[in-house]
């Protein structure tokens, strides 16, 4: 096992992998840590569909053009879920809030999930594993990959985690400086500095694209970001949670 140093400052995203299956105690390892993720009222409003049919990857793929989604070993897919305490509360019978209907009751859903995965990635670094986490499963077209998961209402997806041995091991990709990242006490106000420091970084992104190994790129840090925002404006993620029977009404 790897240290907690090396596991949090020397991953990078890995999308290519080795043939072999991951070993079953090392997904109970990566199991037991997501299910000991710290969550909103220990609510665990959150659940994971652990992916191994290559039938159904190769669906995922197609919707995606992710390829490391068919090339995985194993792909777990973190959903926001308030159908579990519902179907208890009913049993209990309980009446359950509107909860599911409020922003908060949809951040909240998704900070879960979202945490959980991180527990995933850095269980499965310090395994030995290369992880990549895959948000298309959730932007392309969620409506279909929610029909192929069969999730039911009160439970949607909120991202995917490719798992398999690493069979690449990319160059680490520079992150934004202290100075950007950490306000002491406060936000800051010198914003003339700030944008020094990410101009800084833009250039440092800029290096590295265009001198990592592999693939070489020209793009710089802000302006392919923002290319990015432009392209996520077409998601229709409003109307995907709608289907899964939120209505947002505050
Ligand atoms: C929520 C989320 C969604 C992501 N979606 C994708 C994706 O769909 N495809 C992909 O190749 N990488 C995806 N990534 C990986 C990011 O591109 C990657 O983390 C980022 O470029 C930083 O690189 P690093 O992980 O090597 O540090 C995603 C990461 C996160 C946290």
Known sequence: METVEKSL??????RRYERESIPEETMEFIFAAIRNTPTSYNGQQFSVIDIS???LKEKLYEL???????????????CSDYNKISLLAQKKGLEVPEFTNTMDGVIIGIIDASLAMMSAVVAAQAAGLGSNCVGYL????????????QLPKGVFVVC??????????????PKQQNSTVFFKNHYTS????LVEDLSKYDEEISHYNATRSGTTTDN??????LEYYKHAMQYQILDYLK????DIKK
């Open 9 to 14: 400052l020397e991953r990078t995203s890995v």
């Open 53 to 55: 049919d290559q039938a």
């Open 64 to 78: 995606t053009n992710q390829k490391q989604l068919k090339t995985c070993n194993r792909l777990l897919i973190f």
């Open 138 to 149: 959730r932007t392309v077209d969620p409506a279909k990959v929610s029909e192929l998961l």
């Open 160 to 173: 995917g985690l490719a798992l398999g041995i690493p069979r690449e091991h990319p160059d680490l990709k």
């Open 190 to 193: 010198d914003n003339d500095k």
């Open 220 to 225: 710089d840090w802000c302006g392919h970001i």
């Open 243 to 246: 289907a899964q029977g939120y």
